[in-house]
């Protein structure tokens, strides 16, 4: 069956940090991949999409980048935490046609 | 720019109730069509899944539809218990393959009354 992990659960990091999220896909091959954000108060975002190890498409302007390294491995980074990229940060994979999307646990981050 | 929109925002039942949970969406060009569940700090979880040429799915006391040419959907929770107590979110995409992006809706928060 498939799973995805993603980690951490919590973080808290201060203005100007990095920041490196990351998040495993097992049991299936060729997934498309997606981070979402979701802020106090607003629905999800879509933040970056991936059909393809190094195929990375950006939803929104921002000060946050993706890469897919293999198959399976989806990573968001930043060189500089903002205050507004506080949220909950989820990672979601479908087959590659587009069906359900499973979601892993998420990772609550704050920046102070 | 596809937008969807839940109502109500919240809804508190007592146990045993049936309920409708409603979404819409602007752009009626639309793939498919999910409702998820997420309980408070975790991930989302997919519950039913229509396609643009389906008009209902049921799973177990959930039953959900689609009127595409309206843009609207609705779940059905027969027979509510505590544990639905949840935020419930729908989301559509307009395309498949590489083009399959979900556009979210804001949720509706229920909570079931024992």
């Known amino acids: 069956s498939q799973t995805i992990h993603q980690w951490p659960a919590t973080l808290v990091q201060p203005v100007g940090s990095p920041l490196s999220l990351e998040c495993t896909v097992e049991?299936?091959?060729?997934?498309?991949l997606y981070w979402y954000r979701q802020a106090a108060g607003r629905g999800l975002q879509l933040l970056f999409y991936?059909?393809?190890?190094?195929?990375i498409s950006s939803e929104v302007p921002q000060n946050l980048s993706a890469s897919r390294p293999q198959d399976r491995q989806f990573i968001l980074s930043s060189k500089k935490l903002l205050l507004s990229d506080s949220g909950f940060y989820l990672c979601?994979?479908?087959?590659?046609?587009?069906?359900?999307?499973?979601f892993g646990s998420g990772t609550q981050l704050s920046v102070l | 720019k596809q937008e969807v929109t839940q109502i109500p925002a919240a809804l508190s039942v007592p146990e045993g109730e049936n309920l409708v949970l409603n979404c819409s969406f602007t752009?009626?060009?639309?793939?498919?069509l999910q409702w998820f569940r997420q309980d408070p700090g975790k991930g989302l979880t997919s519950l039913l899944l229509i396609q643009s040429s389906q008009r209902e799915q049921t799973s177990g006391r959930l039953n959900a539809s689609l009127d595409k040419s309206s843009g609207r959907s609705t779940l059905y929770i027969a027979a509510s218990q505590p544990g639905d107590s949840a935020t419930y979110l729908c989301?559509?995409?307009?395309?498949?393959?590489?083009?399959?992006?979900?556009?979210f809706g804001k949720g509706t928060l229920l909570t079931v009354n024992p």
């Open positions: 049991g299936t091959s060729n997934p498309n």
């Open positions: 979601a994979w479908s087959i590659g046609t587009g069906g359900k999307l499973f």
């Open positions: 989301a559509v995409s307009r395309g498949g393959g590489s083009n399959y992006k979900l556009t």
């Open positions: 991936s059909v393809g190890i190094g195929q």
């Open positions: 752009d009626s060009a639309i793939y498919n």
